[in-house]
């Protein structure tokens, strides 16, 4: 109770400070000038893990502010950190201020400017269920060790605490977004007769389920285990193929980053076949937008707020696009809150009918994938993706899991495995988030089940 009435009042600190110096960024405005203030701050445990043993553990409290001055069609950004100390934010946010100016008088027009509006105002907090600071390290490590008291060798990055996002302008609008998640992020590593091997695995969310962390601890020990066998080695060509989760993310995860109206329109989008009719996806994918996790929030930079869910691809058919007030403006469009880049924040997968004590069965022979990297496109326009396996991925044959495979590199459109050659997808959905730690911790991530494709080809 002491340690949610702590977080709770720190917040409101933060809430405070950033609200006043609001005010006094908008008082200091001159009759022609429109402002907006954007806030990201945490405050975060972070630790290392290497073999089983802690080898850097912290707490970060940080915080930016950014803030963008228009003035006779002009747009200037500029960024300082955010304290919490009143009196020092401002001096630090008063200085930017008269440096916009400066830069603002130097800029070319902006014929896409977006002026701020008042569209209304809105806070949402989530508190969620973390682990106490003190507990933490040893409900991460206790399900590593076995009941013989040896460990696996266990690396990764524990990251948990508050995250929060701020924007108000200067036309009278104000929003506040805070959160509690955690993300660990991990890999366990065996030494085999052909090298060194890895299992992969990432648990994440607002409330820490000891139950199922250690569900998912005790799956990467059996994957663990089973990466020992003799690795197979496979010639190139078209396998039956199912892409747990993990996997699936990363594809999938592509297609929400090609939705947004600005690239459809440049005629860039690996979605514009499909817009135009002249390819099509499968019904069983259905791709949304979905704010009412609570995993990010609704507003955007400019303080926009998106609808809480808007259906992107609906049964395979695109019936939605992202756009953004830039491209509302240069494309005679209605605008829905998107983001400046147009990929979406909070993308979530439909679910389909495959139970996971069935995935084995309905696979049959083919191959298991956990894991891929090194993702691109090779052909955007018309849909095509690269890639490699990687970490915990496995021959089945007649259902039975038989051995680890050698790396394999694929490229397949995606109106092929998310198209005609598209099976199934499980009845069950896991949330893969992101990760990323540089300079800030990200927020979001995207809602996936896995999947069972027909055909899907590898090259080497």
């Not at 022979?365 to 052909?379: A, E, V």
């Amino acid at each position: 109770m002491d340690r949610l009435m702590g977080r709770h009042l720190e917040e409101q600190l933060l809430e405070d400070v950033f609200d006043q110096l609001t005010d006094r960024l908008i008082t200091s405005l001159y009759s022609s000038e429109y402002l907006t203030i954007s806030l990201e701050s945490e405050r975060s445990q972070f630790t290392r893990f290497n073999k089983a043993k802690v080898r850097q553990s912290g707490f970060v409290a940080d915080g930016n502010i950014t803030i963008s001055l228009i003035s006779n069609q002009r747009e200037a950004y500029a960024e300082f950190p955010f304290t919490g100390n009143l009196d020092h934010d401002t001096a630090y946010a008063i200085a930017s201020l008269d440096y916009l100016r400066q830069e603002v008088a130097q800029i070319p027009e902006n014929p896409y400017l977006v002026i701020p509006e008042n569209q209304g105002s809105s806070r949402e907090v989530y508190q969620g269920n973390l682990l106490n600071t003190e507990e933490a390290i040893a409900a991460i490590l206790t399900p590593v060790t076995n009941p013989v008291n040896s460990t696996v060798d266990f690396a990764g990055l524990y990251a948990s605490g508050l995250i929060i996002r701020a924007n108000a302008n200067s036309a009278g609008q104000r929003h506040w977004f805070a959160t509690d998640s955690f993300f660990v992020d991990y890999s366990m590593f065996v030494q085999t007769n052909s090298g060194e091997k890895a299992v992969k695995g990432i648990y994440a969310g607002k409330e820490w389920q000891p139950e199922n962390y250690n569900f998912q601890i005790n799956r990467s020990k059996e994957q663990l285990a089973a990466l020992q066998r003799p690795s197979k080695t496979l010639e190139r060509g078209q396998y039956h193929t199912y892409f747990a989760p993990a996997a699936a993310s990363d594809l999938l995860g592509f297609i929400a980053n090609s939705v947004g109206e600005s690239s459809l329109q440049q005629s860039s989008s690996a979605l514009l076949k499909l817009k135009n009719q002249e390819k099509s996806l499968s019904p069983l994918l259905s791709l949304s937008e979905n704010f009412t996790y609570g995993n990010v929030p609704r507003f955007n930079s400019i303080g926009e707020v998106a609808p809480e869910i808007l259906p992107v691809i609906a049964n395979g058919n695109l019936v939605n696009t992202l756009i953004s007030s830039r491209s509302a403006k240069e494309y005679n469009k209605v605008g829905n809150g998107a983001s400046v880049g147009e990929s979406m924040r909070s993308p979530e997968v439909a679910a389909g009918s495959l139970a996971a004590a069935n995935i084995l069965q309905q696979l049959d022979t083919g191959l298991y994938l956990s894991n891929l990297h090194y993702l691109n496109w090779s052909d955007r326009t018309g849909g095509r993706i690269t890639g490699m396996t990687r970490y915990a991925c496995f021959w089945v044959d007649q259902g039975e899991l038989i051995a680890p495979i050698e790396n394999l590199r694929f490229d397949d459109s995606i109106y092929n495995f998310l198209g005609k050659n598209l099976e199934e997808l499980t009845d069950f959905r896991e949330f893969i988030p992101n990760v990323s730690t540089y300079e800030k911790r990200s927020l979001g991530g995207i809602f996936v089940p896995g999947m069972l494709v027909k055909d899907f080809t590898f090259t080497l």
